[in-house]
């Protein structure tokens, strides 16, 4: 089968929250998900969003190894029946943020008086008076002070000694969004089957149609990266940008990212292994048992089996020049998310290197001197330990192995860029020869959009086996749907009844599919002149 997978170098993060916002601006920004945010930036260490979302002894997402059988951590369908009423392991608002804006218009009605008048906050949600004490970026930089670190599951898990220096030493960010899991197990536990993992492309989406709001998605996913619309009374979720993605184009926080630290590409992976490597009885041996999913579109027999089995030959083609795959599979510096939940997840991070240059370079060293530079892994400000429990499990062998490679590619490329004699021996002692490091330095650093992004376009109705697919139409786009677009173009709502005349906005904008040319009507405020017709 073939997955759209993504790859974030996480060394190139700067936290500035682009892609979030360019992600609720296209998907979230209509009543009942105010606050939803499908793609988020957390600041490491933190709780994140929402509050404590690692802790699965008290939310009970993902999946659980019992008697050599996988089931989910939720409990089995009977526990779940009992339940269905009444969820207990829901985060509440509290655990998200209850979202607020300010009462900016008492700043020009209040009466004149000896105070300067003040913009306070208000809820969302009823519009009353609502104290601000957290938020989808709380722990942004460190802003949310020991007492907020303390409560970082991931940190909890590690001796006193290593929290405390972690606390004083540093922080990097990671951005997260649905994982789109080969094992996903909020589609194992949704009782109306709202939930699917589509064939083509592996995109988790929820049929609105379906959905009735039971709401153990929410609880299943250990990542929390479902959420319930208490307007519509449907679970929505990261769709992967899909109407994008069929369009051979890269999803909106791909697109918008500062950093360019995304990646986009498709894997092929065997299907009848996935169950078998998530029942891996060892959690440190999960990291290695997904890379024996993944298949190598280079081998004739593999290309064969995958146009056997309906995957268009195209994607077979983009699977061979997919940079998520290089990053993952070749040169193994991508890391997956949480591997523990034995959900397979397929979004993947590089950990990020940067500290240790720094670090060896205030203490007088070289910081690029590969030697100390090796030597310095072990004693990371951001401790291996942290990463390994992020990405593999607590098994801090391939985390090393990643932070090596990167160290090698940079003493690799300083020397090129000084004019010094190059060293064979730098690229040979992490498994690479000098022009595969090379090559991986120029994915990482150097890749150009075509090089980040190759993504196919879409099945056609003939590929997807579906006759009439074209004309199927889709349950998100009715009123209130979330990012769909009418004929036209571009989704204008009507004006508001009480907006007054020459209000900047008369209604919000679908960015999902614009390209950044022309000037759709209600993206930017109108003239006076425009508005009397005489242009």
């Not at 993504?6 to 993060?13: A, E, G």
């Not at 943020?97 to 913009?119: K, R, S």
């Not at 609502?130 to 970026?137: F, H, K, L, S």
Request: glycine letters at 10%.
């Amino acid at each position: 089968m073939a997955q759209v997978a993504m790859v974030m170098n996480l060394d190139k993060c700067i936290g500035c929250h682009t892609c979030s916002v360019t992600c609720k601006q296209t998907w979230t920004n209509r009543a009942g998900t105010e606050y939803v945010w499908f793609n988020n930036v957390e600041t490491r260490p933190g709780q994140g969003y929402p509050r404590g979302h690692e802790d699965q002894d008290r939310w009970r997402g993902g999946w659980a190894l019992r008697h050599g059988r996988l089931v989910p951590r939720a409990g089995g369908r009977a526990r779940r029946l009992a339940r269905i009423f009444a969820n207990p392991d829901l985060p509440s608002l509290g655990d998200y943020y209850e979202p607020w804006t300010y009462d900016y218009e008492n700043l020009t009605t209040a009466p004149l008086g000896e105070d300067v008048p003040t913009a306070a906050p208000r809820s969302l949600i009823d519009g009353r008076p609502a104290p601000v004490t957290w938020g989808p970026n709380w722990d942004d930089d460190l802003g949310g002070g020991p007492e907020h670190l303390a409560g970082d599951p991931v940190l909890a898990r590690m001796n006193e000694q290593v929290r405390l220096e972690y606390e004083q030493a540093f922080m990097f960010y990671l951005p997260r969004i649905c994982e789109h899991c080969l094992n996903p197990t909020c589609v194992a536990v949704c009782p109306s089957g709202a939930l699917y993992k589509r064939v083509e492309d592996g995109i988790v989406l929820v049929d609105q149609d379906r959905c009735r709001g039971w709401r153990m998605c929410v609880s299943g996913c250990p990542y929390k990266k479902v959420y319930f619309n208490h307007r519509t009374g449907k679970a929505e979720k990261c769709t992967l940008c899909y109407p994008r993605i069929e369009a051979g184009q890269p999803t909106v926080c791909s697109e918008t990212c500062v950093g360019r630290l995304r990646y986009l590409g498709v894997m092929l992976y065997d299907a009848d292994l996935v169950g078998k490597a998530a029942a891996v009885q060892d959690e440190r041996r999960l990291y290695e048992a997904q890379l024996g999913c993944f298949l190598d579109p280079d081998d004739p027999a593999v290309a064969r089996a995958a146009e056997e089995a309906g995957v268009p030959h195209d994607w077979v083609t983009a699977a061979r020049r997919s940079p998520v795959r290089d990053l993952i599979v070749r040169y193994r510096v991508a890391l997956p998310l949480h591997p523990e939940y034995r959900t397979m997840p397929m979004v993947w991070y590089v950990p990020p290197l940067s500290p240790v240059v720094e670090a060896l370079t205030a203490t007088g060293h070289d910081g690029e001197d590969p030697a100390k530079l090796f030597a310095a892994i072990d004693s990371l400000r951001i401790p291996v330990g942290y990463l390994a429990g992020l990405f593999t499990a607590g098994d801090p062998a391939p985390v090393e192995s990643a932070l090596c490679r990167l160290a090698a590619m940079r003493s690799h490329l300083r020397r090129i860029n000084l004019g010094e004699e190059r060293d064979p021996r730098i690229a040979a002692s992490v498994g690479l020869d000098e022009a595969g490091i090379e090559a991986m330095y120029r994915l990482l650093a150097l890749a150009k959009y075509e090089e980040r992004y190759v993504i196919p376009t879409g099945y056609t109705a003939e590929h997807a086996g579906h006759a009439d697919g074209a004309a199927a139409g889709c349950s998100l786009e009715g009123p209130e749907g979330p990012g769909m677009l009418e004929a036209g173009g571009f989704h204008t709502p009507p004006p508001r009844e009480a907006e007054p005349s020459g209000a900047a906005l008369r209604g919000r904008i679908n960015l999902l599919n614009w390209n950044g040319k022309g000037r759709p009507a209600g993206l930017f405020p109108r003239r006076p002149r425009d508005a009397e017709g005489s242009r």
